[in-house]
């Protein structure tokens, strides 16, 4: 196939989904160095992606867009590209594919009739398989019907600016101290960790003398929940919650000794860097969803679905009741309710792989 002038990626979806989406990006600029790559995301998921060096240009939709919102965008992309890529398997998503590419590649459910009108409108498509793949190799499928070479590692990028303003609002030396990045709260929380786990936790980081920075949004729940820890440690720890841009994050997790968090795209983002990242996983599928690993350069899944596990940077510890991974919202079948494979998990089992991490 000659090299395209234009090519859209298609990923409305999380903010992980289209941190995950990057390997294929990155796929698509080394196959094709000169051509043009514009993605579609929903809005505010796109600080992720905003300093990514691949990308031409980011077109943002409302999730819950309107008819009218939807027809704006069909006459901005309506066969402007030469190629569009469709990481999703929605009505939608398909059908914006089929309108942007005048060649469309996508992915399709593997079940019944009800599917059989989104191959007929894709040039090629691939089955998508939500169990037994990881995101990033299905996502990197799409690339492979192209026969493109495959790139697999998750860029995270950000700017000089970033660098300066992470390092003046830190009150240490990010060279000379070593320090720990801890991200407590998830989107949801089905996948947060325990309370007393995490003060645990830092109080060992404490006494060995590694600072900790917490990291989070600026919602009030996270704010309360981590000053409520803070308040419970006579050690230093340097609350972050709301300050930094997922850029300015980026940057400062290439920096720091250890990562702790739960299923979330910070988690991600730290496994990305290289750095000893321990991942809390309860009733999350790792197969799917295990963060990738840095200089995992192979087709095959990272992660296998039962037990804690180690590849290459990523520690990856699950919650140890026997219905672990469920794949459910919580123990309340709801994205508000806890979960009790992570609430029951022990702190001493994450210093253990922290010193693991650590060596």
């Known amino acids: 196939m000659n090299a395209p002038k234009r090519v859209l990626v298609i990923v409305t979806r999380r903010i992980g989904d289209v941190l995950l989406a990057t390997p294929l990006i990155r796929t698509i600029r080394e196959a094709w160095p000169k051509t043009s790559i514009d993605v579609l995301v929903y809005k505010n998921t796109e600080g992720v992606i905003a300093n990514n060096p691949d990308i031409e240009k980011i077109i943002t939709i409302e999730e819950n867009s309107t008819i009218g919102s939807d027809i704006n965008l069909i006459l901005k992309i309506f066969r402007r590209y030469d190629i569009s890529f469709c990481t999703l398997v929605g009505d939608r998503q398909v059908l914006y594919s089929w309108l942007a590419g005048r060649y469309s590649v996508g992915l399709v459910p593997d079940s019944g009739l009800?599917?059989?009108?989104?191959?007929?409108?894709?040039?090629?498509?691939?089955?998508?398989?939500?169990?037994?793949?990881?995101?990033?190799?299905?996502?990197?499928?799409?690339?492979?019907?192209?026969?493109?070479?495959?790139?697999?590692?998750?860029?995270?990028?950000?700017?000089?600016?970033?660098?300066?303003?992470?390092?003046?609002?830190?009150?240490?030396?990010?060279?000379?101290?070593?320090?720990?990045?801890?991200?407590?709260?998830?989107?949801?929380?089905?996948?947060?960790?325990?309370?007393?786990?995490?003060?645990?936790?830092?109080?060992?980081?404490?006494?060995?003398?590694?600072?900790?920075?917490?990291?989070?949004?600026?919602?009030?729940?996270?704010?309360n929940g981590i000053n409520q820890i803070l308040n419970s440690l006579p050690g230093p720890s340097i609350n972050m919650t709301g300050k930094f841009s997922l850029s300015e994050i980026g940057f400062l997790l290439s920096r720091a000794a250890v990562y702790v968090g739960p299923d979330t795209v910070i988690t991600h983002m730290a496994a990305a860097q290289g750095i000893p990242t321990i991942a809390l996983y309860g009733p999350t599928n790792p197969v799917k969803w295990g963060p990738w690993p840095k200089d995992h350069h192979v087709n095959q899944n990272p992660f296998v679905r039962h037990g804690s596990q180690n590849v290459k940077n990523v520690f990856l510890i699950q919650g140890e009741e026997q219905c672990v991974p469920c794949h459910e919202e919580g123990c309340g079948r709801s994205i508000e309710s806890l979960s009790d494979c992570l609430q029951n998990l022990p702190a001493d089992k994450i210093i253990t792989a922290v010193k693991q991490a650590l060596g």
């Open 114 to 223: 009800n599917h059989f009108w989104k191959r007929c409108l894709l040039s090629k498509w691939a089955y998508f398989d939500n169990l037994n793949t990881h995101t990033v190799l299905m996502n990197l499928k799409l690339a492979e019907l192209l026969t493109l070479n495959l790139h697999h590692d998750v860029i995270v990028s950000w700017q000089k600016s970033d660098e300066y303003r992470v390092a003046a609002m830190l009150p240490f030396d990010m060279i000379a101290e070593p320090f720990a990045v801890i991200h407590m709260y998830p989107q949801y929380p089905y996948k947060e960790w325990s309370k007393e786990g995490w003060i645990k936790l830092v109080a060992w980081f404490n006494a060995q003398g590694i600072n900790t920075v917490f990291t989070g949004n600026d919602e009030v729940n996270e704010i």
